[in-house]
Structure formats: structure tokens, C-alpha cells
């Protein structure tokens, strides 16, 4: 047998099982199994990527996963971390809550490893305290048949993933605490960087995504010196860390911690450490200290991040990001009352006092029709929208890399009441697309949230932004042929995407607002 052959031979059976195929895949942990879905592509769900964060490793940064012999089953979820129940949206198809929760999923489609395919890494929201990437909506099969490897991921939330203490940040060489969920979340890209080529990825063409706290997520991981060199070009849905939970100082958040212990007759990091998981959420939960703290911690952060973005030091990478025309209902500023000028302008004292006057003058109000909208834009940016426009014009005058802005337009349809349970009752109309819409038709899976009564108008939008998002991913551009062109981001003239069934590119209606909501700080 000539040596070529032979050679072939012998090399054979490790190329198979380095490909994405319902032979497995190797990766540095050992062999996984996945499961073939319809499409010609493979799931491997409940891949550790890290150890279990139990016992003695609650509260430390992620450890390398073990290694097993022989094949792995990856055909279902792993455990989601655990948490409160919230919201009625949030549908898990994981088995259990569990601290042995630091899994990732993988979809991709299978082919040979050498194709070296664009890869989605993809970040749950839920304002740091709820979520796993099990639900249905972030579901990367949709994506996957359209040529991506698509990655989700779960990371420690609330009091498990943020608990900053002085004891925990002298056991680091780095005196760092807090920020566990986010570690996690460097470990998850590192991982994928290193494995992903076994299933046909390419590490060179990682992007970054996510929405709500998976897009402060983003944009706390591209300023960070951990994760910023690890990713090729990033995804924002609704919300940043340059004003949507702001990172505060290390001292502040050892000394909540030090409050929270306190509260609950547990001072000492021993007696935290040896709380049964459901106690401790139950504790955190009943002393409202189950929060998503992200600190500037020396190890994971080790500047403000409106510093690093305005300094141009996070990662000079494309963006595509945006948030949805009624992030918040009109509530959030008018409290329930009438929509009249008057309770428009008692609002704005109470909520803002002498800052006021500068923000009535740009937001209409003579009208009651007028303050419906304008307490709407209001709530929105106040809760979210604003930060993902800072973080957008902060990276279009610094990075030197396009930024793509989106405001996502698409009306959701009817609920299906049948499913949102027995006490269900219609939402109250919006004046836009409500926080957390556009998930699902990002990502493709309208097919698999039961929760709206869906139209051709919706799966057209859906089709036109997957469109966008597999291009952008594929090159660090959305455009492409047959598409309405999306004009990258300047500055001192933007424009934006309204993405809806009818995308349109439009100069920005709302800069002047903008501008003076950022003169104000702290919004």
C-alpha cells in the first residue's frame, strides 16, 4: 500500500470525528455526540466548558472543565443556573436549576472543519439575575442552516455570579472579587476560541451577541482586557454598560456584600460558602440582594468602561447595535395618570428635579397624544435606550471601525393567551416593539415561541434581519445584495436601520434628545 494511502488510513477516523457529524467531535475535554436535526445540521447541547462552580469553587473564577473517556452525550440542555422565576416569557427547555450550571450549546452544520465557517456566540439576557441559553428564542438552529456555527451559553447570575466581598477578593492575587458571571462568560469565548475549528468554526471569525444584560454583556467583555482580543465583531440588543447598569467601584461593591452577609446573619465567607444553593437565593432574595453588580474589579475591569470607550481602548471591532422603539411603557414616567401636559411636567420634576427643564424642552408634550409618546421615549431611554446610543456613538468616534445602529420597529401580534397560563389577560397596547421583541426574529425562531400569534408581516421582518445579522457576522457588514443598503454610523450626521417588515435608512430623528440626555449624565 503506497504511504499516502496509508496515511489516509490512519488520519481518517480523527478527521470524521473532528467535523460536526453525528459521528462527534473531539474537543479538548474528550468526545461529544450530538444530535442531527432536519437541515443537515447538528446540535450539541450541555457542553461543560467549565468546572462546576460548588463547594469551595462558589464565588472563584472559572476552572477548566475535567476531561471524560469515551463519547459524551450532548443531545440535551445542561442545568440553567439557579434563579427567581420573573417573567412568563422566559420558556427554559434545561432540566433543572442547578450551581452546576457553566454549560454551552453548539449548533453547526455538518461539514468539514476546514470549511472554517463565521461563529455567533450568543448571550442571554435578563438583567444578570434570570435566563439560560436553553429558551427556545435564543435557539441557534435557525442561524446554523444558514451557514453559522452558533454558540449559547449560561453564566452565573445574581447573588451567585456578582457577590463582592472582602474576604473573596483576598483570596486573588489580583484582590479582585464580583464579576463571576462575566469570567464565566471569558472562559466560554475561550473555550470556543481553542474548540471551536472541531466543529467548523473558524476562531478568527468569532462575533459576539446578545440582548438586555447579554448586550451589556458585549460591551463590558469588549472593554475588558480578558475577552477584548477574542472576538472578530460584536452585537447589541438593548443596553450597554455605559449607563444600563454602570459598573460601580470595587469598595462599593465589597461593601454591599458586607451589608448583604450581614442581613442575613452570615458574616463571614465560610458560612456564605456552606449555605445550601436554595437558601442562599431564597436569602439574597428576601434582603432584594439578588442583583447583577458588574464592578471594576482590577481583574475583569480594570478602568470605568466609559473611559476605556472614550479612550478608544476596547476592542476595535465592528458593531451592530441599536435597541426598540418602546423599550419601556409610558408608566415608568407618568405613574398610572392621566397623559396631560401637566403630569408630564410633575413627572419630570420628580423624576429628574432641576435637570427638568432641559428635558421637557425635547421631549413634546403639548398634547395628550404627544406625552403618551414622549413619556414612552422617555421611559425607554431612561431604562435602556440610552445607553445603547452612548455606547454606539461612544465606538463610532473611537474604535475606527464601522458601527451599524438599529432601532428595531416591528409591532408584536396578538398574544396567545392559551399560553401565557389560566390567569392571562391581553397586554396593554404599545406605542412600538416592546424590550426583549426582537430576540426571536434576530435569531430566526419565531417557529419556536408559541407565546404570539404570528403573520406573514412577522416572518418577513424576521427573514429580512437574519439576513442582516448572518452578513454582518460573515464579513462585519449587514450589507448585501437585494437588501436595503445600511449606511455605517457618522458621528456628527447618523443615520440608523428601522427594521421591521420594510426596512428603511433614515437620519436620526432623535439626536438632539440624545445629546441632551448625555449632557445630564447618569442616563
Not at 469551595?56 to 442545568?79: E, I, S
Not at 445603547?388 to 471601525?401: A, E, L, N, P
Request: glycine share 8%; proline share 8%; aromatic share 8%.
Amino acid at each position: 500500500m503506497c504511504r499516502f494511502c496509508l496515511l489516509f488510513l490512519v488520519l481518517l477516523p480523527f478527521s470524521l470525528l473532528s467535523a460536526a457529524s453525528t459521528d462527534g467531535v473531539r474537543v479538548r475535554e474528550g468526545m461529544l455526540r450530538g444530535a442531527p436535526l432536519d437541515g443537515g445540521i447538528v446540535a450539541y447541547l450541555g457542553i461543560p466548558y467549565a468546572a462546576p462552580p460548588v463547594g469551595a469553587l462558589r464565588w472563584k473564577p472559572p476552572q477548566p472543565a475535567a476531561a471524560w473517556q469515551g463519547f459524551r452525550d450532548a443531545t440535551q440542555f445542561g442545568a440553567r443556573p439557579p434563579q427567581p422565576t420573573l417573567w412568563k416569557d422566559i420558556v427554559f427547555r434545561s432540566p433543572k436549576a442547578s450551581e452546576d450550571c457553566l454549560y454551552l450549546n453548539v449548533w453547526a452544520p455538518a461539514s468539514s472543519p476546514r470549511q472554517k465557517l463565521p461563529v455567533l456566540v450568543y448571550f442571554h439576557g435578563g438583567g444578570l439575575v434570570v435566563g439560560d441559553g436553553s429558551e427556545g428564542r435564543y435557539d441557534g438552529a435557525a442561524l446554523a442552516r444558514r451557514g453559522l456555527v452558533t454558540v449559547t451559553v449560561n453564566y452565573r447570575l445574581g447573588i451567585f455570579g456578582f457577590l463582592s466581598h472582602p474576604e473573596l477578593s483576598a483570596e486573588t492575587p489580583a484582590r479582585a472579587s464580583g464579576n463571576y458571571g462575566l469570567l464565566d462568560q471569558v472562559a466560554a469565548l475561550r473555550w470556543v476560541r481553542e474548540n471551536i475549528a472541531a466543529f467548523g468554526g473558524d476562531p478568527a471569525r468569532i462575533t459576539i451577541g446578545g440582548e438586555s444584560a447579554g448586550s451589556i454583556s458585549v460591551s463590558a467583555l469588549m472593554a475588558s482586557p480578558l475577552s477584548r482580543d477574542l472576538m472578530a465583531g460584536a452585537i447589541g440588543e438593548s443596553g450597554s454598560v455605559l449607563g444600563a447598569m454602570s459598573a460601580v467601584s470595587l469598595a462599593q461593591a465589597e461593601a454591599a456584600g458586607v451589608e448583604f452577609a450581614k442581613a442575613i446573619a452570615k458574616p463571614s465567607l465560610a458560612e456564605l460558602r456552606a449555605l445550601p444553593s436554595e437558601e442562599l437565593l431564597a436569602a439574597a432574595l428576601r434582603v432584594n440582594a439578588n442583583h447583577g453588580r458588574i464592578v471594576i474589579d482590577g481583574l475583569f475591569l480594570i478602568e470605568d468602561p466609559a473611559l476605556t470607550y472614550r479612550e478608544g481602548r476596547q476592542a476595535r471591532i465592528p458593531l451592530l447595535a441599536g435597541w426598540t422603539s418602546a423599550e419601556m411603557d409610558p408608566g415608568m414616567v407618568l405613574a398610572g395618570k392621566e397623559p396631560t401636559p401637566e403630569v408630564f411636567l410633575a413627572a419630570l420634576d420628580r423624576l429628574l428635579g432641576a435637570q427638568a427643564p432641559a428635558v421637557a424642552r425635547v421631549y413634546p408634550h403639548a398634547t395628550p397624544s404627544e406625552v403618551l409618546q414622549s413619556a414612552t421615549d422617555l421611559s425607554s431611554d431612561l431604562f435602556i435606550a440610552q445607553s445603547s446610543w452612548k455606547w454606539t456613538d461612544q465606538h463610532s468616534r473611537s474604535s475606527g471601525k464601522p458601527v451599524y445602529r438599529f432601532l428595531y420597529s416591528q409591532l408584536l401580534p396578538p398574544q396567545v393567551l392559551s399560553e401565557w397560563g389560566p390567569d392571562a389577560k391581553p397586554s396593554a397596547p404599545r406605542l412600538g416593539a416592546p424590550h426583549a421583541a426582537d430576540i426571536p426574529y434576530f435569531l430566526g425562531n419565531l417557529p419556536l415561541v408559541n407565546l404570539w400569534a404570528w403573520t406573514p408581516s412577522d416572518h418577513a421582518a424576521s427573514e429580512r434581519i437574519q439576513a442582516y445579522v448572518l452578513r454582518f457576522v460573515q464579513t462585519g457588514n449587514p450589507n448585501h445584495a437585494g437588501a436595503v443598503e445600511w449606511p455605517a454610523l457618522k458621528p456628527d450626521s447618523p443615520v440608523e436601520m428601522v427594521l421591521a417588515d420594510r426596512c428603511e435608512a433614515r437620519a436620526a430623528p432623535d439626536l438632539e434628545r440624545r445629546r441632551v440626555l448625555d449632557s445630564l449624565g447618569g442616563h
